[in-house]
Nanobody
Framework: QVQLVESGGGLVQSGGSLRVSCAAS????????MGWYRQAPGKERELVAD???????SYADSVKARFTISIDNAKNTVYLQMNALKPEDTAVYYC??????????????WGQGTQVTVSS
């Protein structure tokens, strides 16, 4: 019932910036947390950053001070501003939303991902 659509990925030079967005749509009671995960080839998916509807944020140590996550609750949209990008940041970035549906209870939804490539 919850669909997540990411946008804003692309190719950027090392040291550059990029902002990815994720919009949630569908039928749900509430979204409690939205976040960004990434997965590089041959590696496990890892949490990059997440944010609660109340604005509490968490960041992976590798991106802290470089990335900023924000949420627009009215639009059910989460953003990830990525600055000072490094080649190590190259990955498919996936949006995640955790919340509560009207009937089935909690949900945990994922987007299809958007490719972020940082060239050296």
């Amino acid at each position: 019932q919850v669909q997540l659509v990411e946008s804003g990925g692309g190719l950027v030079q090392s040291g550059g910036s990029l902002r990815v967005s994720c919009a949630a749509s569908g039928t749900f009671r509430s979204i409690n947390t939205m976040g960004w995960y990434r997965q590089a080839p041959g590696k496990e998916r890892e949490l990059v950053a997440d944010i609660t509807s109340g604005g509490q944020t968490s960041y992976a140590d590798s991106v802290k001070a470089r990335f900023t996550i924000s949420i627009d609750n009215a639009k059910n949209t989460v953003y990830l501003q990525m600055n000072a990008l490094k080649p190590e940041d190259t990955a498919v970035y996936y949006c995640n939303a955790i919340g509560r549906s009207w009937v089935k209870g909690p949900f945990d939804s994922w987007g299809q991902g958007t490719q972020v490539t940082v060239s050296s």
